[in-house]
């Protein structure tokens, strides 16, 4: 029906940056929220950033002016820029987007499958 596909994670070392995407696919009508959680070992899943159709944007204070949202409506697809990247920013990052499908016209959330950050010390 709607799939999210998560691209982009992988190893790198403090201090560093790192740019992860996510694209939408399926039986879209139109797309509302779309954002970021990410879930470290032993920890529960906390949110990252948020951004609106419109282009506004949330940020956890964890994660202000370090990490940026963005989004291309025409593609679908939301980013995250992280820069000056910490080891405490090590998780597995899923992204999500409430999705109104040319089915039911409802609005849903659907999620990606994670992709992991990893950054070492």
């Known amino acids: 029906q709607v799939q999210l596909v998560e691209s982009g994670g992988g190893l790198v070392q403090a201090g560093g940056s790192l740019r992860v995407s996510c694209a939408a696919s399926?039986?879209?009508?139109?797309?509302?929220?779309m954002g970021w959680y990410r879930q470290a070992p032993g920890k529960q899943r906390e949110l990252v950033a948020t951004i609106t159709s419109g282009g506004n944007t949330n940020y956890a204070d964890s994660v202000k002016g370090r990490i940026t949202i963005s989004r291309d409506n025409a593609k679908n697809t939301v980013y995250l820029q992280m820069n000056s990247l910490k080891p405490e920013d090590t998780a597995v990052y899923y992204c999500?987007?409430?999705?109104?499908?040319?089915?039911?016209?409802?609005?849903?959330?659907?999620w990606g499958q994670g992709t992991q950050v990893s950054v070492s010390s």
């Open positions: 399926g039986s879209i009508f139109s797309i509302n929220v």
């Open positions: 999500y987007a409430n999705v109104r499908t040319i089915a039911t016209r409802i609005e849903r959330t659907f």
